[in-house]
């Protein structure tokens, strides 16, 4: 039988918790559907920085590109804060992300009617809402050259460059249209094209791409703006949304509010050999270690990934678990409201584990 | 007694009959008030385009740098959409905003309890909300050197620069913290400090103007990308935010969406010798030349122009005209909801001009 390699990154804050819960669901669902697994758990972010002084040690990274995938719980906190850029938490993120490729950032957000009460909006406008961000992530202005800082007192300037080839806007804007047809075949396509020279480029590139390949795919184009009123004013009307790193960045957190908590929402990073699997939420400092963290997130980053090694079948059990314990009632308190039971972050993740 | 010279700018799509109605509200506050006004009109955008093949001419900037306030419309339409980057109605707008040197564009968004149900938000949420948006705007990457493009097939790219100096950054944080001192005093600074270089800057920058003077206001930081997901769901935590370019780009029009219609907002572009002074919402082709128009946003917008004139009793009358011909329940079709009056553009000009 199958085995799969999987490194394990905890991270910090909540990090740890959601990993365990995570591992657990898992291994549950391996054993269902008759595949193994073999983990190797690492340092990253803050956790990285206190034992070897490198956000992301290469070390690190080795193990990363030789394992099947990543599950990377959440890096950062107020212990790191302090520290000059390339040596904080995030950097560790970064470089981890480049490193294996990971060019495409999924990041899926559906609200079940069951949820849409929690929602900030309206529970009519974002009932049954579903939809899913492609974010290039190894590009743009996260890691354009030149960067830079010259001048002294009020002449000091300092600079970040926002570049996009033609190449790199065709491989995410394929992930994009790809994920459309197994959807209901519709991309928005979100740039600063009016304003920026990167964007203009961004949008005949995936306007040819279109034509040339994927023209049964509804396409339209938005400004960034525009797209951030949108997504609060009538966020059902996008399926698939294709977006830049920093532009991608803001918008699906703003869709991230809909379902009215963080912490159901899973993300992957795919494109390169090995995929890098995590919730879109942080470490959340201020509730770790306490049990309060909702390990769903976590676990549906599971499922993604388990989708990403064509194990379709698990990831579906573990889909089915977690509706089927939001639909007893179970909430972590995020999601809790009056008439739902609270649960821990174990208690939740055994309940999950069961009902896989 | 005193006159002001007036360039109007009224554009494209909507612009002409909103201005139209503002002119109409600001002579009548104006002879109440004892000072007079000199109109120059003048062509900007696609109407300058169609007249002059370029939508912003050098005697169109001339005539505006040589009056005291210059009133602006709305530029843009799908006529002019085919159009290539210089030639397009918004490098107008981007040319007359730098050359006036109006590096501060203001952005107040308020929901009063009477507009509280039109929110796409929860009611409660929103009702009283009053918050601030000070947006730099005549740098970072709208116009950062360098902008360009090389290379063939795949490899071709193109880019633009994100670049600010200390002395852009502190200019505009004085703007905001000084509009905080007449609020509720505190000012929210927003960037991307854990990934940019600029941010970085930015944030340094800001941090060290509040030591040094304005230490009595509070000050805080926040990402873009969670500022984008706080707006959504507790937009009532902030005040003053002031930010950059692009980020306020997106900030200010996702806070746009708070009251539940554009139709409201009005924004002053500040900082140099002449103040440009225009609503937040667009051309609206789709309902241009038909009466539908909510001239509220650009009457306010004149409100905003005659506080930076220091007419002060003039701002507040067009501001009590407003809220009580809102309280009477007169609303344009953005705004209609049952149980109040459908009123046309002008005659919620005419009713505001009576009120005020
Ligand atoms: C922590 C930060 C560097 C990161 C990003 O900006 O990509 C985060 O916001 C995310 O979206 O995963
Ligand atoms: C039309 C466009 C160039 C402009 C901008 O991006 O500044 C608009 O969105 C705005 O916010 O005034």
Redesign the pocket.
């Known amino acids: 039988s199958k085995t799969y390699k999987i490194t394990l990154l905890p991270g910090d804050g909540i990090g740890p918790e959601v990993i365990a819960e995570s591992v657990k669901v898992l291994d549950a669902v391996a054993e269902k559907s008759g595949f193994a697994l073999e983990y190797t758990t690492q340092n990253a972010g803050g956790a990285a920085i206190d034992a070897h002084n490198d956000p992301m040690p290469d070390s690190v990274v080795e193990t990363c590109k030789a394992s099947d995938a990543v599950l990377l719980g959440a890096v950062g906190g107020p212990k790191w804060d302090h520290l000059a850029g390339a040596l904080r938490p995030e950097s560790g993120l970064l470089k981890i992300r480049k490193e294996l490729g990971a060019f495409a950032n999924l990041r899926p957000v559906t609200v079940p009617a069951s949820l849409a009460e929690n929602s900030p909006l309206r529970p009519e406008a974002v009932s049954g809402l579903d939809l899913f961000t492609v974010r290039e992530l190894t590009g743009g202005i996260y890691f354009g050259e030149p960067i830079g800082e010259s001048g002294e007192g009020d002449d000091k300037k300092a600079w970040n460059t926002m570049v996009y080839s033609v190449g790199e806007i065709k491989r995410v804007a394929r992930v994009a249209f790809e994920w459309a047809r197994k959807r209901r075949n519709k991309v928005t396509s979100v740039d ?1 094209a ?2 920026l020279a990167v964007s203009r480029l961004w949008r005949d590139t995936v306007k040819e791409l279109h034509e040339a390949e994927y023209s049964d795919v509804e396409l339209d184009h938005m ?1 960034i ?1 525009n797209a951030a009123m949108q997504m609060v004013i009538n966020p059902r009307q996008f399926d698939v949304i294709l977006t830049g790193n920093v532009f991608g960045d803001i918008l699906s957190d703003a869709s991230a509010t809909l379902g009215g908590s963080l912490g159901l929402l899973p993300s992957a990073s795919v494109g390169g050999p090995v995929g890098l699997f995590e919730p879109v939420h942080g470490s959340a400092p201020d509730i770790a270690g306490q049990g309060k963290a909702n390990p769903f997130a976590m676990i549906l980053s599971v499922a993604m990934m388990l989708d990403t090694l064509d194990e379709s079948a698990a990831a579906a059990a573990i889909r089915a678990g977690v509706d089927k314990v939001l639909d007893q009632g179970y909430r972590s308190g995020d999601l809790w409201r009056e008439g739902n039971t609270l649960a821990s972050t174990t208690e939740l993740g055994d309940l999950v584990k069961n009902a896989a």
């Open positions: 600063k009016n304003v400004y703006d």
